[in-house]
């Protein structure tokens, strides 16, 4: 099993940053990807940002120019740094790790139980 631990969510004020992290731990997996999803109140689950093992990443387009997402992979460590926040920003943050288990070409995704993020005056 691997367990995925999101922090750093909170109330700002509408322009201001936010910095998430999530951490994710276990054993006998390599970590393909590390994702990040939001979801609003009465909003569909939404992409917000990947970095894979590689270091590529992705970035939703409402956020590109705002967010950017980094990685300390020596602890399996993501970070989503989010500036210039705005009101639709609001929701909560979850973080989803894309593993395959050693020995196997399955892959697997374990999610965290998500961080509120609020922006407002």
């Known amino acids: 099993q691997v367990q995925v631990a999101e922090s750093g969510g909170g109330l700002v004020q509408p322009g201001g940053s936010l910095r998430l992290s999530c951490a994710a731990s276990g054993s006998g997996f390599r970590l393909d990807r590390m994702n990040w999803y939001r979801q609003a109140p009465r909003e569909v689950h939404e992409f917000v940002a990947s970095?894979?093992?590689?270091?590529?990443?992705k970035l939703a387009d409402p956020v590109k120019g705002r967010f950017s997402i980094s990685r300390d992979s020596a602890k399996w460590t993501v970070y989503l740094q989010m500036d210039n926040l705005k009101p639709e920003d609001t929701a909560v943050y979850s973080c989803?790790?894309?593993?395959?288990?050693?020995?196997?070409?399955?892959?697997?995704?374990?999610w965290g139980r998500g961080t509120q993020v609020t922006v407002s005056s």
């Open positions: 970095i894979s093992s590689d270091g590529s990443t």
């Open positions: 989803k790790a894309d593993v395959t288990e050693s020995g196997s070409l399955d892959q697997k995704f374990f």
